[in-house]
């Protein structure tokens, strides 16, 4: 069985054991790495190479990345840095496998290399050695070499970790590349702003002077479909990103509000809510607008569309047909509604990039008075299996999964500020990656 | 009344001065014309209708004349015209027109008054009350139960006095606006509001007002009336509000 098959069974296994007399119990401890010993690995501080003014600061930089990123893959044991020898070998050659498998390290295996900027370059060396293998210790090594910026040394990071996170974690590819999109107040209107999966490097994307809101990005990282407030109602709308301005969608603006729309996985087609019939139903069409159909047909607002990435045949959605918001799917055609929440207000499905999960906010005791929370779960789509990710702590919402599937991404808000957190998808290692102003509504990159 | 009354005035002057220049240019032409023979020509007849001749601003009037044995005709403020004719005329402000026609025979004139009277909107009693305010104060915003959008029975009497004030003002045109509390997703809340305001439009179009009137907006819990987490602020939030489209 690879590691890979190995996570999703555990997760399985995990929400397989909550059985019916459990569901009550909101504090469960289940994750993704039940029975499975983390990899305790540590990452040197590279090693200054030459004596460019820029290098330390550089090297700053990628070190703090390198460690970060593998800390927030979720897949090791990090050695911290305070009980890492205080070597910084550059080179095989210079490197003491004792010294790191030793306690207090302790590291199974350790990264390791060199830095130096020069003529406006910066060059990296880098290693994954495993310490117990002192015959044949290699199992990485890989050389870049960039314009010299900050910017470049944490890309570099990234790469290099996604390298290590990709050979040791069971040949999934790693997230420290991708990029989250979001809705910002800070320029003082909602906008669509981007930043890096850690929250490095947050940028506004659109300038357009009105309520922007549910940013989805295209697979292919080249287009964010959203909504916006325009003089006549809410409309679909896309923004470019290799050529950095807005792009058509036609059909996107007709009639009503038109909004949370949706991406197929091949990229053709998005799904979205609209009013255009007279009641908020969920329409499909092709990315130039043509062949809009409507695929639900029910009284009640139907809305937040989204299509399994795996099959490219199927849709999550919410549904308020019965009254309090709940989550449905669908075949693409709107056959086969299957009601997959039993109760309270759920809403904002997202789909598990292996098709068997969906994770969506939840209030199971949502009422009038009711001291219910808004919390971030998952669920089994086979068995309708269900875990709590987040406890007592403010109004969660807008789960979106990483492409790797192993962490989620979500709004939350605490008091009046809502921010924008990620998590593991065993609610573990929950982070805050905005501060100030209003983010919200977070959408993870395919890849 | 004073302000037809001044307006009167300098029309008046105006008619005068603009009389005296026609007297003098005329008084000059019988001098001339006196010393041909008398050809016993008798003096021009004529006669200038407007219609109506009470109007509201904006609105046209039809001016027609008809002159007997006249060759020169001319309105004041309009110049010269056929001996016989018919213009419409837009006037501003209350006016009185003043034909004159000159004939062989000597000359006649004749004047047809047209009152302008001012628009109703201005002439509602409270000079203090807008047409906005006047809308606001007659037209009331509807309100919901949570995550509900069918119309309360509060919300019924309401919307048949919203009804009855539209019906009686065809002219103005609405934005209905569907409004969220705070609790719950703004996805799904944008979807409910315009729930909300998909039901109070279609209470109104059952009530008799055109839909091509009324236009529809959901703003969800983008546009909070207040932003207290308390059911008093959430009631307030939970609504169909109504506004002049302009």
């Given at each position: 069985m690879s590691c890979r098959r190995k996570?999703?069974?555990?997760?399985?296994?995990?929400?397989?054991?909550?059985?019916?007399?459990?569901?009550?119990?909101?504090?469960?401890?289940?994750?993704?790495?039940?029975?499975?010993?983390?990899?305790?690995?540590?990452?040197?501080?590279?090693?200054?190479?030459?004596?460019?003014?820029?290098?330390?600061?550089?090297?700053?930089?990628?070190?703090?990345?390198?460690?970060?990123d593998l800390t927030n893959a979720g897949l090791f044991d990090m050695v911290s840095k305070s009980f890492s020898p205080q070597a910084s070998p550059g080179s095989p050659q210079e490197i003491n496998l004792a010294q790191w498998a030793a306690?207090?390290?302790?590291?199974?295996?350790?990264?390791?290399?060199?830095?130096?900027?020069?003529?406006?370059?910066?060059?990296?060396?880098?290693?994954?050695?495993?310490?117990?293998?002192?015959?044949?210790?290699?199992?990485?090594?890989?050389?870049?070499?960039?314009?010299?910026?900050?910017?470049?040394?944490?890309?570099?990071?990234?790469?290099?970790?996604?390298?290590?996170?990709?050979?040791?974690?069971?040949?999934?590819?790693?997230?420290?590349?991708?990029?989250?999109?979001?809705?910002?107040?800070?320029?003082?209107?909602?906008?669509?702003?981007?930043?890096?999966?850690?929250?490095?490097?947050q940028h506004q994307i659109t300038h357009l002077g009105t309520i922007s809101i549910s940013p989805r990005v295209s697979p292919d990282n080249t287009?964010?479909?959203?909504?916006?407030?325009?003089?006549?109602?809410?409309?679909?709308?896309?923004?470019?990103?290799?050529?950095?301005?807005?792009?058509?969608?036609?059909?996107?603006?007709?009639?009503?509000?038109?909004?949370?729309?949706?991406?197929?996985?091949?990229?053709?087609?998005?799904?979205?809510?609209?009013?255009?019939?007279?009641?908020?139903?969920?329409?499909?069409?092709?990315?130039d607008g043509s062949?809009?159909?409507?695929?639900?047909?029910?009284?009640?607002?139907?809305?937040?569309?989204?299509?399994?990435?795996?099959?490219?045949?199927?849709?999550?959605?919410?549904?308020?047909?019965?009254?309090?918001?709940?989550?449905?799917?669908?075949?693409?055609?709107?056959?086969?509604?299957?009601?997959?929440?039993?109760?309270?207000?759920?809403?904002?499905?997202?789909w598990s990039p292996n098709g068997q999960f969906l994770t969506f906010s939840w209030n199971r005791k949502y009422g009038p008075g009711a001291p219910g929370g808004q919390d971030i779960y998952i669920m089994d789509i086979a068995s309708k299996r269900w875990l709590q990710l987040t406890h007592d702590a403010g109004n969660n919402d807008f789960p979106s999964w990483s492409p790797d599937g192993r962490h989620i991404v979500f709004q939350r808000k605490l008091g009046t500020h809502t921010e924008i957190w990620t998590m593991l998808s065993d609610g573990t290692q929950q982070q805050q990656l905005t501060h100030g102003g209003t983010n919200m509504m977070p959408n993870w990159s395919w890849k | 009344m004073t302000r037809n009354k001044l307006v009167f005035v300098p029309v008046a002057l105006f008619a005068v001065l603009?009389?005296?220049?026609?007297?003098?240019?005329?008084?000059?032409?019988?001098?001339?014309?006196?010393?041909?023979p008398a050809t016993a020509s008798p003096a021009p007849t004529v006669q200038l209708t407007a219609t109506p001749s009470t109007i509201a601003a904006g609105d046209q009037v039809t001016l027609s004349w008809k002159t007997v044995d006249a060759t020169d005709v001319s309105i004041d403020g309009i110049g010269k015209v056929p001996t016989t004719g018919v213009k419409t005329v837009i006037p501003s402000e209350s006016t009185t027109y003043h034909l004159v026609a000159q004939g062989p025979g000597g000359s006649a004139e004749a004047t047809a008054r047209v009152v302008v009277t001012t628009p109703p909107a201005v002439a509602v009693p409270t000079n203090t009350m807008t047409a906005e305010e006047e809308f606001k104060a007659n037209v009331q915003d509807v309100f919901f139960d949570y995550d509900a959008y069918d119309i309360r029975s509060d919300a019924q009497a309401t919307l048949s006095h919203d009804a009855s004030y539209l019906a009686a003002h065809p002219n103005i045109k609405i934005v209905i606006g569907g409004y969220c509390d705070e609790r719950g997703s703004d996805e799904y809340n944008l979807a409910l509001g315009q729930n909300r305001a998909d039901a109070a439009k279609k209470a109104l179009v059952e009530a008799g007002i055109a839909a091509t009137r009324i236009r529809v907006i959901s703003y969800g819990k983008e546009k909070p009336f207040c932003t207290e987490s308390t059911e008093a602020c959430w009631q307030q939030n939970r609504r169909a509000g109504f506004s002049i489209d302009q």
């Open positions: 996570l999703a069974f555990s997760l399985v296994l995990s929400l397989t054991s909550l059985a019916s007399p459990m569901r009550a119990q909101d504090w469960v401890h289940a994750g993704t790495n039940l029975g499975n010993a983390k990899i305790r690995i540590a990452a040197a501080d590279f090693k200054p190479a030459t004596t460019d003014p820029q290098t330390p600061t550089l090297k700053a930089v990628f070190d703090a990345t390198l460690f970060n306690d207090p390290a302790n590291a199974a295996m350790v990264a390791f290399g060199s830095l130096s900027v020069a003529n406006g370059r910066i060059q990296v060396y880098g290693w994954l050695f495993d310490t117990h293998n002192t015959v044949n210790p290699q199992i990485l090594g890989k050389q870049y070499n960039e314009v010299a910026s900050e910017e470049m040394a944490r890309t570099i990071a990234h790469r290099f970790a996604d390298e290590i996170i990709y050979r040791l974690g069971g040949g999934i590819n790693g997230i420290a590349e991708t990029k989250i999109y979001f809705i910002s107040s800070r320029s003082g209107s909602k906008e669509v702003w981007a930043m890096d999966y850690d929250g490095q490097n287009r964010i479909a959203f909504a916006s407030l325009e003089s006549k109602g809410w409309a679909i709308r896309m923004y470019s990103l290799e050529i950095g301005r807005m792009v058509t969608f036609p059909g996107g603006a007709t009639g009503g509000a038109n909004q949370s729309p949706s991406w197929a996985p091949e990229g053709n087609r998005i799904a979205f809510s609209s009013s255009r019939s007279g009641d908020p139903e969920i329409w499909v069409a092709n990315l062949n809009m159909h409507r695929i639900t047909f029910f009284a009640g607002p139907d809305v937040a569309p989204t299509w399994n990435p795996k099959t490219g045949t199927q849709i999550a959605w919410v549904s308020g047909r019965t009254g309090l918001p709940q989550i449905y799917i669908m075949d693409q055609e709107g056959a086969n509604i299957q009601r997959m929440t039993d109760g309270g207000y759920a809403v904002s499905p997202s | 603009f009389g005296v220049a026609g007297c003098k240019k005329k008084s000059s032409a019988p001098t001339e014309a006196t010393a041909p």
